[in-house]
């Protein structure tokens, strides 16, 4: 139920992704009788059985913690339920993201030695290749030991997901040399420096495009920051090309020649191509979605979640922390 056009897009995201995968069974959790209204509207045959009712949603202006207290039978608990009593694999929602985080968190519990758990964000770089930024916004006001816990179990995903054998880990600063930063960079460095972690030291901004590290971390507040404006630059600069169009018939001939070039060019940066955002260092397989999630986002989402139950990434981020850890 969650998501600016649910449950519309999400239902019509689980029917692509069974048709990719038809050995994938989908549960979706919401209000029943929404979700057969809309099947009928939309003219969609769907096995009822698919359905498992949760009587309540929690709203995007919803405060989390609040949420999940007062509707114990939103979808978001619900499913966070379902994965902590084994009933289901994986959960994604494109719902309320601090309600999911607070649900998977307080409900599914924490990965043993993770002391806060962090979503990622994929950034793509001029190397053809991806940089994945821990934390993209879970919390702020980090420690150095959370993000030495966000470079573990980013290592581990970025082995185990994109098939980095080694990946390297730089730490956002606001230089590259080791003096530079506040001191949560000088504390971290430190962590990371005599740790088994490929850490190659400090990043700037710019390197996380120009694909310098494989992961860089930094606190929630920053790395939300990233987030968002990453986001906002696709929708950028379709508008200055629009705009551009507009000016004339010669400019409009000029767009439209270089549409399909840019069009492939930017695909990368299409927030549909990674459906979410992985909740990671939590004791199941949560995905967190955008709030206008498309149905090939929603898609996505769960093709991800399948290839990280597959993978069984909750018992080797467990291994890693104890591993890393007892290297510091």
């Known amino acids: 139920?969650?998501?600016?056009?649910?449950?519309?897009?999400?239902?019509?995201?689980?029917?692509?992704?069974?048709?990719?995968?038809?050995?994938?069974?989908?549960?979706?959790?919401?209000?029943?009788?929404?979700?057969?209204?809309?099947?009928?509207?939309?003219?969609?045959?769907?096995?009822?059985?698919?359905?498992?009712?949760a009587s309540q949603t929690i709203e995007m202006d919803d405060s989390p913690v609040s949420a999940i207290k007062s509707k114990p039978d939103s979808s978001i608990v619900?499913?966070?339920?379902?994965?902590?009593?084994?009933?289901?694999?994986?959960?994604?929602?494109?719902?309320?993201?601090?309600?999911?985080?607070?649900?998977?968190?307080?409900?599914?519990?924490?990965?043993k030695g993770v002391s806060r758990p962090t979503i990622g964000a994929t950034f793509p770089t001029s190397e053809g290749k991806f940089?994945?930024?821990?934390?993209?916004?879970?919390?702020?006001?980090?420690?150095?030991?959370?993000?030495?816990?966000?470079?573990?179990?980013?290592?581990?995903?970025a082995k185990e997901i994109y098939g980095?054998?080694?990946?390297?880990?730089?730490?956002?600063?606001?230089?590259?040399?080791?003096?530079?930063?506040n001191e949560l960079v000088f504390s971290t460095y430190q962590l990371l420096k005599n740790s088994n972690l490929n850490f190659i030291g400090n990043v700037e901004g710019r390197d996380i495009l120009n694909g310098k590290a494989d992961i860089v971390v930094c606190d929630g507040f920053v790395g939300n920051i990233l987030l968002k404006f990453g986001e906002s630059v696709l929708t950028f600069l379709r508008t200055k090309i629009k705009d551009y169009a507009n000016e004339g018939l010669?400019?409009?001939?000029?767009?439209?020649?270089?549409?399909?070039?840019?069009?492939?060019?930017?695909?990368?940066?299409?927030?549909?191509k990674y459906g979410g955002v992985p909740l990671l260092g939590v004791n199941g397989i949560s995905i967190i979605g955008h709030g206008s999630s498309t149905p090939l986002a929603i898609k996505n989402m769960i093709l991800r979640a399948r290839e990280m139950h597959q993978k069984n990434l909750i018992q080797k981020f467990?291994?890693?922390?104890?591993?890393?850890?007892?290297?510091?």
């Open 1 to 53: 139920m969650g998501g600016d056009y649910a449950p519309l897009n999400n239902i019509l995201g689980a029917l692509d992704a069974i048709k990719e995968d038809n050995s994938i069974d989908i549960t979706l959790i919401g209000n029943r009788e929404e979700i057969l209204k809309t099947l009928a509207k939309e003219k969609i045959e769907l096995d009822e059985n698919l359905i498992h009712h």
């Open 78 to 111: 619900v499913g966070a339920k379902l994965i902590k009593e084994k009933k289901i694999d994986a959960f994604v929602s494109p719902g309320n993201t601090g309600a999911v985080m607070a649900a998977s968190t307080l409900i599914m519990g924490r990965i």
């Open 131 to 157: 940089c994945l930024v821990f934390d993209a916004g879970a919390s702020v006001d980090s420690k150095p030991q959370h993000l030495f816990e966000y470079a573990v179990l980013g290592t581990i995903f």
């Open 164 to 181: 980095i054998k080694n990946p390297s880990v730089g730490l956002l600063s606001v230089g590259e040399e080791e003096t530079k930063g």
């Open 250 to 272: 010669l400019n409009k001939i000029k767009a439209l020649v270089t549409k399909g070039v840019l069009k492939k060019s930017l695909a990368d940066m299409d927030y549909q």
């Open 318 to 328: 467990e291994e890693a922390i104890k591993e890393y850890g007892n290297s510091i």
